[in-house]
C-alpha cells in the first residue's frame, strides 16, 4: 500500500530496488488514496512493476501477480541463458588458443569484424599484442597467382552463402612482397 505507518510505498519501492539484492523482487503498488494518474506515474517511475487502485478487483489482482511470475521466470531465463552464453565463450577462447591451426571467426556476414586465434595471428605476421580485429591491410589472397578479391574469399562466400566452402590452396602475399601457401575453407 502507497499509504503506510513508518514509510510510505513510494519510499518502500525505491529502497528496495536501490538494493541489488531486493531489486528483482516485483512491488506492485495499491491505493485507496493515491490514484490519479500522477500518483500512478509517480509510483510507476518510482520503481513499482504495477500500480492498482481500490476497490482491486481480485481477478485483477491474481492477473497481475501472476504476470508478474510470468516476467520474474522469463528474467531469470534470460540471465541463466546469458551465463551459459558467456561460459560458451570462455570455453571456445581457451579452445582457440590451444588450436595449433589458425582459426578466424568473422562476426558478421560481411566480416568486416573477426577474430583470430594466436595462430592466426602469426599467420598474417601480426604480432602477439595486436589482436585479428578484420582483414589485415598487408595481406593480399591469390588463387592460381590471381588477386582473389574480398567478396570471393571462402569466410565471406560461406558467410554470404550459409553453406560451407571447402579446402582450397591459396597464397597470402604480404606488403613486403613475401608470399605463404595455405589450404584454407570456410564453414
Given at each position: 500500500?502507497?499509504?503506510?505507518?513508518?514509510?510510505?510505498?513510494?519510499?518502500?519501492?525505491?529502497?528496495?530496488?536501490?538494493?541489488?539484492?531486493?531489486?528483482?523482487?516485483?512491488?506492485?503498488?495499491?491505493?485507496?488514496?493515491?490514484?490519479?494518474?500522477?500518483?500512478?506515474?509517480?509510483?510507476?517511475?518510482?520503481?513499482?512493476?504495477?500500480?492498482?487502485?481500490?476497490?482491486?478487483?481480485?481477478?485483477?489482482?491474481?492477473?497481475?501477480?501472476?504476470?508478474?511470475?510470468?516476467?520474474?521466470?522469463?528474467?531469470?531465463?534470460?540471465?541463466?541463458?546469458?551465463?551459459?552464453?558467456?561460459?560458451?565463450?570462455?570455453?571456445?577462447?581457451?579452445?582457440?588458443?590451444?588450436?595449433?591451426?589458425?582459426?578466424?571467426?568473422?562476426?558478421?556476414?560481411?566480416?568486416?569484424?573477426?577474430?583470430?586465434?594466436?595462430?592466426a595471428q602469426e599467420l598474417f605476421r601480426l604480432p602477439p599484442t595486436t589482436?585479428?580485429?578484420e582483414w589485415p591491410a598487408h595481406v593480399?589472397?591469390?588463387?592460381?597467382?590471381?588477386?582473389?578479391?574480398?567478396?570471393?574469399?571462402?569466410?565471406?562466400?560461406?558467410?554470404?552463402?550459409?553453406?560451407?566452402?571447402?579446402?582450397?590452396?591459396?597464397?597470402?602475399?604480404?606488403?613486403?612482397?613475401?608470399?605463404?601457401?595455405?589450404?584454407?575453407?570456410?564453414?
Amino acid at each position: 500500500d502507497i499509504r503506510m505507518p513508518e514509510m510510505d510505498g513510494y519510499e518502500a519501492a525505491k529502497r528496495l530496488k536501490a538494493d541489488p539484492l531486493t531489486r528483482p523482487i516485483p512491488i506492485l503498488h495499491i491505493s485507496a488514496t493515491y490514484t490519479e494518474r500522477k500518483d500512478i506515474a509517480h509510483g510507476l517511475e518510482g520503481g513499482a512493476d504495477g500500480y492498482l487502485t481500490h476497490p482491486v478487483d481480485p481477478e485483477v489482482l491474481v492477473a497481475t501477480v501472476r504476470a508478474f511470475v510470468r516476467i520474474r521466470r522469463a528474467d531469470r531465463a534470460l540471465r541463466d541463458s546469458e551465463a551459459l552464453a558467456r561460459a560458451r565463450a570462455e570455453e571456445l577462447q581457451v579452445v582457440m588458443r590451444a588450436v595449433p591451426a589458425a582459426v578466424i571467426i568473422a562476426h558478421d556476414a560481411q566480416c568486416a569484424t573477426m577474430s583470430g586465434n594466436p595462430a592466426a595471428q602469426e599467420l598474417f605476421r601480426l604480432p602477439p599484442t595486436t589482436p585479428l580485429t578484420e582483414w589485415p591491410a598487408h595481406v593480399t589472397v591469390l588463387r592460381a597467382g590471381v588477386p582473389v578479391a574480398a567478396s570471393e574469399l571462402p569466410m565471406q562466400t560461406a558467410a554470404r552463402n550459409g553453406e560451407p566452402v571447402p579446402g582450397m590452396d591459396l597464397e597470402f602475399e604480404f606488403a613486403d612482397g613475401t608470399r605463404a601457401h595455405i589450404h584454407g575453407g570456410a564453414t
